[in-house]
């Protein structure tokens, strides 16, 4: 992965010797900084995988994001470090004191307490964006998808991370990723999937559009 394949807003940087990506901002959950930039741990980010990766996420910096599962914030700050506007989605309450923290440094970062498979209670507040970022640890993570198309402009990009233990403990997660795909390409053209290891073990990410 070339330097002209990542977003304006993220780089590669070394951090005691080591090369890794990061964005600008203020730390979030003790990593380490060098000049104002902070590294974006992989293996803490479903999104900064498939960056490290090499999948081709169609992001280019400044987009409208809605994040779905955004937890305590660790991937939704960088992301609000590059990107425009991030509709923060999170259902918990306890995470979601982590995530306000994080905002309140971040005025492109907005924080709602909400469900993500219940998109219409959020969809007065959120405007079409150009990206999805979803990393939401439930069953049913395509149909999530697919009920927050609405919010996708035409040429905007889903960028899916699949927990198969999510979906089925029991099955093996190659056949949870071909039924999750299956389901997606109801409303959307898969671009890309990929596996996220060695990051994130029985995950696998994904690039779609809506059709």
Do not use: C
Not at 132 to 141: E, F, L, P, S, Y
Request: proline letters at 6%; zero cysteines; charged letters at 30%.
């Amino acid at each position: 992965m070339t330097m002209r394949d990542l977003p304006t807003g993220v780089e590669r940087r070394d951090f005691d010797g080591e090369t890794a990506l990061a964005t600008a901002g203020e730390p979030v959950y003790g990593e380490p900084t060098d000049e104002g930039w902070r590294r974006w741990d992989p293996h803490r980010s479903k999104l900064g995988a498939m960056l490290a990766s090499g999948m081709d996420t169609g992001l280019d910096g400044g987009e409208t994001v809605l994040y779905l599962g955004a937890a305590a914030g660790t991937t939704a700050s960088h992301v609000a470090d590059f990107a425009g506007p991030t509709y923060a989605v999170e259902f918990a309450a306890r995470p979601m004191r982590d995530l306000v923290t994080v905002a309140e440094g971040r005025p492109r970062l907005f924080p709602l307490l909400k469900d993500a498979r219940k998109p219409e209670t959020y969809a007065h507040v959120v405007e079409p964006v150009d990206a999805i970022v979803q990393d939401v640890a439930t069953r049913g993570q395509a149909d999530v998808a697919l009920a927050n198309r609405e919010f996708l402009r035409a040429n905007g990009r889903l960028l899916l991370a699949v927990k198969a233990r999510s979906e089925d403990v029991t099955d093996e997660p190659a056949a949870v990723f071909d039924d999750a795909l299956a389901t997606l390409r109801d409303g959307y053209d898969v671009l890309e999937h990929e596996r996220l290891e060695p990051y994130h073990a029985d995950h696998l990410g994904v690039v779609a559009r809506p059709r």
